[in-house]
């Protein structure tokens, strides 16, 4: 069964330093691929996706991700983070046979001044 | 700016209640969602609608229905509201269903 793991609930990081959110799939198949934020009261919105071609993925707010077929993984990456980053962050695989997203449980980013 | 808004923010509604959550888009999509979002479970697929007066059940249908009249219209029915039906409902909408999904802010919904 498809299936997406976010392996870290909560990360703290101090502004200015480097991100990665990590997240694994299960998925047979070539995967579609997403990553989103949810800032605190706010519904979600797309930071980016892996449909196919390049593995490397640039998003919005300076994110961006790298697809690894051979690790099942498409972990988020952010050179240097700023206090408005802090969010939940939610990972997650499009299943083309069914038209639905399988999302992972969410990583909580807490940004220290 | 697209747009996905729901009806309310926060509701309040005691066990054995009809409920009814709305959820409206303006941006001409074909496909509508909700989805429940609790602590540790991430969000969940309640239902979807792929066109007007078409729905198809998601992971967790039980206890829901909806309704699609329109095609900017997506409405979530609690036919008789549970304590377990407590959480976050998050609606969206895309114009594929594997395309950018755009989500609403929520709807807070607490059964007593």
């Known amino acids: 069964a498809q299936s997406v793991t976010q392996p870290d609930i909560h990360i703290t990081v101090s502004e200015g330093a480097s991100l990665e959110l990590r997240c694994n799939y299960s998925?047979?198949?070539?995967?579609?691929l997403f990553w989103y934020v949810q800032s605190p009261g706010q519904g979600l919105q797309l930071l980016l996706k892996?449909?196919?071609?390049?593995?490397l993925v640039q998003g919005i707010k300076g994110f961006e991700a790298e697809f690894k077929r051979s690790q099942s993984s498409f972990n988020l990456r952010k050179p240097s983070v700023h206090w408005s980053d802090a969010a939940e962050y939610f990972c997650a695989v499009g299943v083309i046979s069914t038209d639905k997203l399988i999302f992972g449980t969410g990583t909580r980013l807490q940004v220290f001044p | 700016d697209v747009k996905v808004t729901q009806s309310s923010r926060y509701l309040v509604k005691r066990t054995g209640e009809k409920v009814f959550l709305e959820c409206v888009q303006d941006m001409d999509h074909e496909n509508m969602f909700w989805y429940r979002q609790d602590p540790g479970l991430g969000l969940r697929l309640i239902y979807f609608s792929y066109d007007v007066k078409m729905k198809e059940k998601g992971d967790i249908p039980e206890g829901y229905s909806v309704s699609r009249e329109k095609k900017e219209r997506f409405s979530l029915i609690l036919e008789s509201a549970s304590t377990n039906q407590t959480s976050m409902y998050l609606c969206?909408?895309?114009?594929?269903?594997?395309?950018?999904?755009?989500f609403g802010p929520g709807t807070r919904l607490t059964v007593l």
């Open positions: 969206a909408s895309s114009f594929r269903p594997l395309n950018e999904q755009f």
């Open positions: 998925y047979g198949a070539t995967p579609y």
């Open positions: 892996y449909f196919s071609g390049d593995t």
